[in-house]
């Protein structure tokens, strides 16, 4: 027999004892549903129509005070509808007579409501509000009161008929309570005696089971389930037996494996020349290769950070915070993040990189960090920014002995020019125009590395700034067939701000705009206010920028893939250094497809 069926078999006398009580409890529902049925069936109908029929003729007697007041249509229009209301009413309790006397009280109501019912249309007919008030009071009065007892004697006996019925099924639900009750308690005593009987047989194999696998857990693989059957039960503890079987022989044998793996594992993290740490969830240090041993000092079972210099120490709990707080892998965004650490050999340039370190349930346990030596990488940088500021020096002056002639040929100083040769020159300086703008980004790029963004800050109304950025480019986006839309939000704040810089910015952004915009778009220019700041805001209607590259875009030399145009990508380099110098942030918010939103923020000065 399967363990299945034998937790089956356990639980039938609990189902047969659940059926017993359902049984019961459909038997008394029925008795309680059948009582509430009679009282709805036998009286209900009764007391409603009874209390219509007052509402209907204390009605018909407002009426007739109306006729005696000299409104007769007022009357008319009241009366003639809450007759027939009570003719109907009246109808209903003759065919639901259920009660004694009440055929007789029935039998008054009509005669009373007949009698009233011919005084009415005799006063209908009356002329002279005199007669009209003797004949109500002498005559029509009396009978409205008669009528009125009448229904209110109908009423009083389906009452009372409800309210003895109700006791009755009160006393029936008392005593099928009792009833259910004793069935409910008798049937699922019974049933979970016999199923608790038959559950404790059925699984006392399990506790064999437990125990083995308990003394196995804490170590003792000689320990054994030995269940006899064929049950599921059983099959698992002759696995449990198997498993124990081969673990004894797996911990004999795999020892001397383990550790050739740990020494193999520890000689490839070794043989790297940057120093590694491996660190646990509660911040000590589980391995560290010979290079951090040699330069950091570290080692294993130490606080990994207590004698590293303040600058290193801080940007590794910068890195560990990160893993430890689920956001993956850490990678610097740039050589601007290496540490300068002194060592025996002299200074050097670490930047740290990090990767998380999983259980088998996918929760972080611990952290690799990598501090990726760059020394040579920041010398060949600086190598590199030398050597763009010194071209860019050489460039300037014979460039700009070319803008000048290639001006003087356009203006005609010399001589006329063919039209064939206004073409070439105009091609000529508008290179020219643009090689001058690539060597300015350079020598700004240049000032920038060395760390010479200097601004000259001063107070100026948010307004005259967006003026300045919409009507420097405004004849060329004419030109281009575009149109340069200024949005000021109120309250207009001012700004500290160095004109000439932010005139740069505003340059990039807006000409960036007009390249990717189409034919007869829209570019707005806005500002607005923001947390102690004013946001300024470049909106395009061009393709977008995806997700994957809008922090890219602010990097040196970076330009999308597939973008045309001129420039080398320094533009939002550059503008972003020279927004992060007044103290404010640069980003974009952009899709594919839906424009481009570019913005920068600058402060408020304080108020005096």
């Not at 004694?100 to 009280?105: D, F, I, L, Y």
Request: proline content about 5%.
């Amino acid at each position: 027999m399967t363990l299945r069926t034998r937790l089956l078999l356990a639980q039938a006398p609990l189902a047969a004892g659940l059926v017993l009580v359902g049984l019961v409890a459909l038997n008394t529902l029925e008795t309680l549903g059948q009582s509430s049925q009679l009282i709805l069936r036998d009286n209900f109908n009764s007391v409603l129509a009874a209390q219509r029929m007052k509402d209907s003729v204390e009605r018909v007697d407002s009426a007739a005070a109306f006729r005696a007041a000299g409104r007769p249509d007022k009357a008319d229009e009241q009366a003639a509808p809450n007759i027939r209301a009570f003719e109907a009413q009246l109808g209903v309790q003759e065919r639901n007579i259920t009660e004694p006397g009440e055929a007789e009280a029935t039998q008054r109501l009509r005669s009373a409501w007949n009698d009233y019912a011919a005084k009415y249309d005799a006063y209908r007919r009356l002329e002279g509000e005199a007669e009209m008030r003797r004949r109500y009071f002498d005559e029509l009065q009396p009978a409205f009161t008669r009528v009125k007892d009448a229904a209110e004697r109908v009423l009083e006996i389906n009452q009372d008929a409800m309210l003895l019925k109700s006791d009755r099924s009160r006393s029936t639900a008392e005593r099928n309570r009792t009833l259910l009750l004793l069935a409910i308690v008798a049937g699922l005593g019974l049933a979970l005696l016999a199923s608790i009987s038959l559950t404790r047989r059925a699984l006392r194999p399990l506790q064999l089971l437990s125990l083995a696998v308990r003394r196995i857990g804490e170590g003792d693989l000689d320990a054994r389930a030995r269940i006899q059957g064929e049950d599921e039960i059983a099959q698992v503890g002759r696995e449990l037996d198997t498993m124990a079987d081969r673990l004894r022989e797996y911990r004999s044998s795999s020892l001397g494996e383990l550790l050739q793996a740990q020494q193999a594992s520890q000689a490839a993290i070794d043989s790297l020349p940057d120093p590694v740490i491996v660190l646990s969830l509660d911040g000590q240090v589980l391995n560290v290769n010979q290079a951090a041993e040699t330069l950091l000092k570290i080692e294993p079972g130490l606080d990994p950070f207590s004698r590293l210099p303040p600058p290193l120490r801080e940007a590794l709990d910068k890195v560990r915070s990160h893993i430890f707080a689920g956001k993956g892998a850490y990678a610097p965004r740039g050589l601007e993040e290496a540490i300068r650490v002194e060592g025996d050999g002299g200074g050097r340039a670490l930047l740290p990189r990090a990767t998380p370190l999983y259980s088998e349930q996918g929760s972080v346990t611990g952290a690799t960090i990598i501090l990726q030596d760059v020394t040579r990488l920041l010398r060949f940088d600086e190598l590199k920014n030398d050597l763009v500021a010194t071209v860019a020096h050489e460039f300037r002056t014979p460039l700009t002995s070319m803008r000048m002639a290639v001006h003087i040929l356009l203006e005609g100083i010399t001589g006329s020019l063919n039209e064939k040769q206004l073409d070439l020159l105009t091609a000529a300086r508008d290179d020219c125009e643009r090689l001058q703008g690539i060597v300015d980004d350079l020598l700004d790029l240049s000032r920038i590395q060395a760390g010479r963004v200097e601004v000259s800050l001063t107070t100026l109304p948010a307004k005259s700034i967006l003026d300045a950025a919409a009507s420097a480019k405004e004849e060329a986006a004419h030109d281009a067939g575009l149109r340069i839309e200024e949005d000021l939000v109120e309250p207009v704040l001012p700004v500290l701000v160095d004109p000439d810089r932010i005139s740069l910015v505003f340059d990039n952004l807006v000409g960036n705009a007009m390249r990717y915009s189409p034919k007869a778009g829209r570019i707005v220019v806005r500002a607005r206010p923001q947390d102690g700041t004013v946001r300024f805001e470049v909106e395009d209607q061009g393709p977008g920028i995806p997700p994957e590259y809008r922090q890219r875009v602010f990097e040196k030399f970076f330009r999308m893939p597939g973008t045309k145009g001129e420039g080398i990508g320094l533009g939002l380099y550059i503008s972003r250094e020279i927004v992060t110098a007044h103290g404010g942030e640069m980003g974009v918010d952009s899709g594919p497809g839906g424009g481009s939103r570019f913005w920068f923020t600058l402060r408020v000065p304080p108020r005096a």
